[in-house]
């Protein structure tokens, strides 16, 4: 009888994760390998609900299961000391798994690789574990599309501009110091723990800026307002400020043939969590014409999008991407070069940038057909502006 192995957390242990075993033990005897928690709250940058001893209990108990062992590597190859001992003759991943590095590393092993559909088991619902945080919270997150820094008054005294983010759905692994604002996120949630309370989103903003930036707050730091606003206004908005905290005025796009064409051109892959001790700030360098060029960008990035020009779009996109790391070259660390290199060299990649204050996180692009991107890169996340 084959080896099969397959790896992954399990933490949210659903039905889409047994069928999966069941699928992956027609090829054989099935061992899993399991990520460990330390190895998990390094590489997801959170503890894991069930820790690994309940986790290697539970899925030993499922029947399709020959044996589990807890992976000793690290990251998202944490599997290869367990592979090594076990010497297996096939690797089976789903399609949301599955990526260049694994199967290169079966090919240099001669083991044979399955890349194995999501599908529910007859008679249930497709389930994944992203749906299932998704539906036990709905607070949303945002990305900043252009102008980010300038909600800072130390930015804005040289140069007043706008900042522009979209309101999302929390569709997908919502990961912490990744540049999707989840430190206000959290914020959020000591007061509404599922969903955002139905009142006028601007005033809404306005309560969760005050709650996030208490005064008595000890390390002197006050979140710029484009986070409270980008979560809590739907749609597409973009919001001007010049030398204060709060925005002048605040604007908003919901025309959905707008929403729509930027969700068939935006896409996000996951890098590393801003590491701890980072500091983006290290090193600033911020003038008047850097400013203006940040600013510049924004106003031509909400033109590009209103005209839906997808070339002025990533032109203004990549524009204010670069006015940021010319004046906060700390967002640059060690590792960001490589995945911009990596996918700024495929063809359908137009423009990215770092979410947030960057220094990791996310690489948010610019792309020519979103579906195409996710289709073709495993790793690729859709977006979902909420309307």
Not at 45 to 57: A, G, I, Q, S, V
Not at 296 to 303: F, G, T
Not at 323 to 335: I, T
């Amino acid at each position: 009888m084959k080896k099969v192995f397959v790896s992954g957390c399990y933490d949210l242990l659903h039905s889409g994760h047994v069928e999966f075993f069941r699928q992956a033990s027609q090829y054989g005897d099935l061992y899993v390998g399991i990520g460990s928690d330390a190895t998990i709250l390094k590489y997801k940058n959170h503890h894991t609900l069930y820790d690994e001893k309940e986790r290697l209990f539970m899925v030993k108990s499922i029947r399709y299961v020959k044996d589990a062992v807890i992976n000793q590597g690290s990251g998202i190859m944490d599997f290869i000391p367990t592979v090594e001992a076990l010497k297996p003759d096939v690797f089976v991943v789903n399609e949301d798994g599955s990526n260049d590095e694994k199967r290169k590393f079966c090919e240099s092993h001669g083991i044979e690789y399955v890349v194995l559909k999501r599908d529910p088991a007859e008679g249930l619902k497709a389930r994944s574990s992203t749906d299932l945080k998704a539906a036990t919270c709905e607070i949303p997150t945002r990305l900043d599309l252009a102008g980010t820094w300038i909600d800072q008054p130390y930015v804005s005294c040289h140069q007043p501009g706008w900042a522009l983010t979209i309101s999302l759905h929390p569709t997908f692994e919502v990961r912490e110091r990744c540049g999707l604002s989840t430190s206000t996120r959290n914020m959020i949630k000591k007061i509404w723990p599922v969903k955002l309370p139905d009142m006028d989103p601007e005033m809404l903003a306005k309560l969760v800026f005050c709650f996030e930036n208490d005064p008595e707050r000890s390390d002197g730091i006050v979140s710029g307002a484009q986070d409270s606003i980008g979560i809590c206004i739907p749609g597409l908005s973009r919001h001007y400020y010049d030398s204060h905290f709060w925005p002048e005025k605040i604007e908003t796009c919901r025309d959905e043939a707008i929403l729509s064409w930027l969700e068939q051109h935006l896409v996000m892959v996951p890098m590393f969590p801003r590491r701890p001790g980072c500091s983006v700030v290290d090193g600033k360098d911020i003038t008047p014409v850097k400013v203006k060029a940040l600013a510049d960008a924004a106003d031509a990035c909400w033109n590009a999008i209103m005209a839906k020009n997808l070339d002025d779009f990533a032109a203004a996109y990549k524009a204010s991407f670069d006015a940021q790391v010319a004046m906060f070259p700390a967002m640059m660390q060690e590792g960001v070069s490589e995945y911009i290199d990596k996918y700024s060299a495929f063809d359908d990649v137009l423009a990215w940038k770092m979410p947030g204050a960057g220094g990791g996180g996310y690489l948010a692009m610019v792309v020519k057909d979103a579906d195409a991107f996710c289709n073709e890169h495993a790793e690729g996340i859709k977006l979902s502006i909420r309307r």
